[in-house]
């Protein structure tokens, strides 16, 4: 049974696990100046169609969260999450420390579902409120 709770639970594919292993004792730059990196950005930008893209990797889930949602809300807008999600619990405050609020509600399966969203929206309806613009749905709880 495939565990997808986080990231983390599962261990890699064989095939990656071999991939993995085949690079031990090999050097390499840092901070994606690799070849490794460098190979695996042409590969996305060959499959994205897009060879003029700029791909940036990030070393976790938090750092990835942060930059997207900063870059996503404006500073009167929020995220919503189930009160379980991980940006409301793991990542020690990182959203709100941007000044974006994330928006949680209880959820039983941990799943948000569109009733759920429903009272959030109607509740955040006008200036005086924050205004809920994404949302961060788990496949997970």
């Known amino acids: 049974m495939y565990r997808f709770q986080n990231d983390y639970n599962e261990i890699a594919h064989p095939a990656v696990m071999k991939a993995i292993t085949d690079t031990v004792g090999q050097r390499y730059d840092g901070y994606g100046m690799d070849t490794l990196c460098h190979q695996a950005k042409e590969l996305i930008k060959q499959r994205i169609k897009q060879p003029e893209a700029q791909i940036h990797f990030f070393n976790g889930g938090t750092i990835t969260n942060l930059t997207a949602i900063s870059h996503f809300l404006r500073p009167h807008q929020a ?39 429903k009272p959030i929206l109607a509740e955040h309806n006008d200036e005086h409120w924050v205004q809920p613009k994404l949302v961060l749905y788990n496949q997970c709880h």
Do not use: Y
């Open 79 to 117: 995220v919503i999450s189930v009160s379980t999600g991980h940006i409301a619990t793991h990542e020690t405050g990182a959203i709100e420390a941007t000044g974006h609020k994330v928006i949680t509600t209880f959820s039983a399966d941990g799943k948000l579902t569109p009733d759920l969203l």
